[in-house]
């Protein structure tokens, strides 16, 4: 807060955004902005909701009020991004706060203009968006692709956050795995995010089954003149991940998806996110709690259930392996019922194993689940072995 408070005193406040909300049926983010009205200098609060936008305007020393009774109680996570300096502060539910410090996104004094052009994270107007059909000529987005566009706006959003947290040198080299990435889209989309935020030697690489996909993809980037942007044929059980690659996996299903978080934590990747879909693997398997018995009689609830459990201990296990991790909705229900994303940031404080070991076999235990598909990868027994009576072991000595 300090921080802040000094940008906007000094002049050097670019945007402040709030993430992670509390209450996920309310506010989904806001954006806060600086703003030069006839009533002196304000900060205009952005309040996006599920299906609509809100803005108003306060002045500092409101805002500041409340920005502190949003920031912590309301939403998890705030990120400030100033000309001298970044700050991206975030709670987390039985753990320290944690604020991780960056360098400038932007040097140039912020626009204060009231009334202004959307500025987009992902501009209709980059020709990669036209190559993959999601725009024409002019740059408009093209009719019926307007949900695949806020797919791939709402996923940078997602995905730049991220990459602060994980503090990766932005001179250093970087590869990228978006393992069935399909028609590229979100491949494209971080290729071009990372190259304006990046000086170091960049490498993205999207692996996809289908041919025809794989070719169409290589004439796109090649037209893009994107040389680090490279399309490979293969499945995820091919595919191979360099150490201290980025891990990506967008709609893998069933325990693809496990495979692809397996190949990432084993490659040590500082961010991994995925999509699941399907859950297929966990709910033969289930054996609800007793108060649970009778709802899971009706197939819809099970259902649900299986993708509980399954994501939850999905999520458990990134934890074990020394991942910061959370699981929210990645857009809204109207555009994709495959909308739920986990994302993982390896942990630069040594992990408490024991405890997240514990946590994950009392979850698998409450719903009676033995195997697991991560779980096998990551080489963690959910169900550990039996220690050897003292009596059987002398007699083995014996």
């Known amino acids: 807060m300090a921080r802040v408070e000094a940008s906007l005193q000094d002049g050097t406040f670019v945007r402040l955004n709030l993430g992670i909300p509390v209450n996920r049926d309310g506010i989904r983010n806001v954006f806060l902005r600086p703003v030069e009205l006839k009533e002196g200098r304000m900060l205009s609060f952005l309040y996006r909701y599920p299906t609509r936008d809100m803005t108003r305007n306060f002045p500092h020393d409101e805002a500041l009020v409340l920005l502190r009774e949003l920031l912590g109680r309301d939403f998890l996570n705030g990120f400030l ?25 932007v040097t140039a004094p912020p626009d204060l203009a009231h009334d202004r052009p959307k500025k987009r994270t992902v501009p209709t107007t980059l020709g990669w968006l036209r190559e993959l059909g999601v725009t024409v000529e002019d740059g408009s987005v093209k009719a019926g692709m307007e949900a695949k566009y806020r797919q791939i706006h709402r996923f940078v959003e997602v995905f730049h956050p991220l990459l602060v947290e994980a503090a990766l040198p932005a001179e250093a080299p ?8 399909g028609k590229a889209y979100l491949t494209f989309a971080v290729y071009e995010h990372l190259r304006g935020h990046r000086s170091g ?109 399954t994501d939850a201990l999905r999520a458990a296990l990134l934890e074990w392996a020394g991942y910061d991790t959370r699981v929210f909705e990645f857009i809204s229900t109207e555009h994709t019922g495959k909308n739920l994303m986990i994302a993982a940031v390896k942990s630069r404080r040594p992990a408490d ?17 033995r195997r697991q598909r991560l779980a096998e ?9 039996a220690p050897i009576p003292d009596s059987a072991a002398g007699n083995v000595a014996n």
């Open 201 to 309: 030697p960049l490498t993205v690489t999207g692996v996809e089954a289908r041919g025809d996909l794989v070719t169409y993809c290589r004439g796109a980037a090649e037209r893009c003149g994107y040389e680090g942007l490279q399309f490979a044929a293969g499945d995820i059980a091919t595919a191979k991940v360099a150490e201290g690659a980025i891990l990506m996996a967008l709609h893998a299903c069933d325990t693809a998806t496990d495979e692809a978080l397996a190949k990432g934590v084993l490659a040590n990747a500082p961010i991994l996110l995925v999509s699941p879909c399907c859950h297929q693997e966990v709910r033969p398997q289930l054996s609800a709690p007793p108060v649970l018995a009778g709802a899971l009689r009706h197939g819809i609830f099970r259902e649900r259930q299986a993708e509980f459990v």
């Open 174 to 181: 970087l590869e990228v795995v978006d393992m069935g990435c």
């Open 81 to 105: 991004s100033a000309t001298n300096g970044t700050a991206q502060l975030t709670f987390r539910k039985g753990r320290t706060t944690r604020l991780v410090l960056g360098k400038a996104e």
């Open 353 to 369: 194993r024991e405890t997240a070991a514990a946590a994950v076999r009392s979850l698998a235990a409450a719903y009676g689940v």
């Open 377 to 385: 990868r990551l080489g963690f027994a959910l169900v550990p072995a």
